[in-house]
């Protein structure tokens, strides 16, 4: 759940809505967390061979003997140590995977013997901490509460991952509980793992909550990563570090195993630098589970391969709706944006504008009331399945955290754990009518709606603004974006790089229908291949401010 959107920002502050294992990499803590960030001059960070590779050039490399999966690894590593723990001190990445150099080894062989299972084959993925993982890391949503404790087993996505051949290389920081524990919360803290600067400006936010994710693979401190999304969770991070995102359907990514928030809104989704890479892992995270019903609803739509849709005439007849009223909170944004339908414009696309959701605003104060409620049945069905020793329930959280509050609460508390603790259970009517308002105004008189009444292939709309700067003291200050329709009506959502303002990044959304992926990547694709927006970091200090 992200904080990015002055909508949902504005009702939080209204009071309506607001590890330690031997892998464990070391984190930031009190005074340390901005030490360094308004030094002079650009940190001295040495060039990476890996530096913006693609799937296909580190496939390439390994199939000539170039790369190994083993030395990919080892480079991923170093890196990670030489500008997330040192130089920059990006701090994005919370443990490493102790087995991931033996996994490679083992996949190099399986490569020698008989043949590459697939893209995904050796390639170095990060995964966001509250992913299960039954092994030697942790899953603690990076709260130092269930440090100590492990799942069982494999989340589906862990599954999946480890079925086509990738490699976990570890686990990233997040906001911790995934931003839903309080309403002044700062994006990309947690208790474990600290805070997660944003590699373009260090001082500045890499928004969340899959912010090491966001981050991470914006550095080039792995190939892939994988973020989990309940509102904006995987679009804002995106959107702040240059990235492409994906957040799927509801029930496209089984949600199996990871730690919830609200099984309504809830998914994993791809964050990657190119659409296709973020296509290629979509394709391997998708399908169904039978330990999440939601994926039985995909059935015949996941597809194995979303690479088959990408097309660089995509946006040729494409119509696309424009929500204007999803605009205007940042006039360099709209300058942004502008230029973005020109060039739809130019490559073929029809643009309805405006195509404004009837329901605008209208499921604010009911998204709130519906995450609180199935936060508490949710985060106590997992935390009871898990058996940790200590923590059984919201309520076991809560008391930890009073208990540990110089450790867990130092920048801010836990309003919204303490109200969801209130709610009582799926049956009140309370909640059953939020629920139907939420799908009523998303879904039908939402997205739905608008895309029936222009006969429209997607929306178009800013991802979100420029990154704000890191504020320990008063919290996130976001100031708009377009994720509340989509996460609600548990839709599709796409954004790509569409250019940068003070060198910072912003990127435009694509969303629509539920299962409309296929529809969303050709229009994405092409979008990206006319524009070609993503540059990589260069770890300064601060925006450029004069001559940008």
């Known amino acids: 759940m992200s904080p990015a959107f002055r909508n949902r920002r504005s009702f939080l502050k209204a009071g309506v809505l607001g590890g330690v294992a031997s892998a464990t990499l070391p984190a930031l803590a009190g005074a340390r967390e901005l030490r360094g960030q308004t030094s002079a001059g650009a940190p001295q960070t040495a060039s990476f061979e890996l530096d913006e590779l693609t799937l296909a050039d580190l496939q390439s490399g390994m199939e000539s003997g170039k ?17 997330d723990k040192q ?25 020698k013997a008989k043949s590459p299972r697939g893209p995904l084959h050796g390639i170095p993925v990060l995964i966001k901490d509250n992913i299960d993982t039954a092994d030697r890391m942790l899953t603690t949503a990076g709260s130092l509460a269930l440090v100590g404790s492990r799942p069982a087993q494999d989340s589906a996505v862990a599954q999946k991952l480890r079925a086509a051949g990738a490699v976990i290389l570890g686990k990233t920081n997040l906001s911790e509980w995934a931003n839903i524990r309080s309403s002044h919360s700062t ?5 474990r793992g600290g805070l997660t600067r944003n590699p373009y400006s260090l001082d500045r936010n ?67 630098r190119s659409v296709r890479d973020a296509a290629i892992l979509l394709g391997a995270l998708a399908g169904a589970d039978p330990r999440d019903t939601a994926t039985a609803a ?43 339908l020109d060039t739809m414009k130019r490559a073929g696309a029809e643009i309805i504008d405006p195509a404004d959701l009837d329901s605008f605003g209208k499921f604010d104060a009911t998204e709130l009331t ?22 059984h329930s919201l309520q076991d959280v809560i008391e930890f955290n009073e208990n540990n509050r110089d450790r867990e609460m130092p920048y801010f508390g836990q309003d919204l754990f303490v109200k969801a603790e209130a709610k009582g259970p799926l049956t009140e009517k309370e909640y059953l009518e939020a629920l139907d308002a939420d799908h009523k105004f998303a879904r039908t008189e939402g997205i739905d709606g608008v895309m029936d009444k222009f006969h429209l292939d997607a929306l178009v709309a800013p991802t979100g603004g420029p990154a704000w700067l890191t504020d320990l003291v008063d919290g996130d200050h976001d100031v708009g974006g377009s994720s509340s329709p989509a996460a609600v009506a548990g839709y599709p959502d796409i954004t ?23 529809a969303l990547l050709r229009i994405a694709y092409a979008f990206e291949q006319a524009t070609k927006a993503r540059k990589a970091p260069q770890f300064l200090p601060s925006a450029r401010l004069r001559g940008a």
């Open 87 to 111: 130089g920059p001190m990006l701090n994005s990445v919370i443990e490493l995977n102790p087995d991931a150099p033996a996994i490679a080894e083992s996949l190099d062989k399986e490569r």
């Open 496 to 518: 790509v790089p569409a250019g940068f303002i003070f060198g910072l990044p912003v990127g435009v959304s694509f969303f629509g229908r539920a299962w409309s992926e296929p």
């Open 187 to 191: 994006s990309g803290w947690s208790g």
């Open 206 to 272: 890499p928004c969340g909550s899959s912010s090491g994710s966001g981050a991470a693979a914006s550095a080039n401190l792995c190939a892939l990563a994988v973020g989990t999304e309940t509102d904006g969770s995987v679009v804002c991070p995106s959107n702040a570090n240059g990235l492409v995102g994906i957040k799927p359907t509801l029930g496209l990514i089984s949600r199996a195993g990871i730690i919830p928030i609200a099984h309504s809104q809830d998914t994993a989704g791809p964050m990657a």
């Open 298 to 340: 995909g059935t015949g739509k996941a597809a194995a391969d979303y690479t088959k849709f990408l097309d660089p005439n995509g946006l040729k007849g494409a119509r696309l709706g424009v929500p204007r009223k999803y605009f205007g909170f940042h006039d360099g944004v709209d300058a942004l944006m502008e230029q973005a």
């Open 67 to 83: 790369f190994t999966a083993a030395s990919l690894v080892e480079k991923y590593s170093a890196r990670i140590q030489e500008i």
């Open 370 to 391: 519906v995450l609180l409620y199935e936060l508490k049945a949710d985060l106590n069905t997992y935390l009871a399945a898990r058996r940790d020793p200590d923590i």
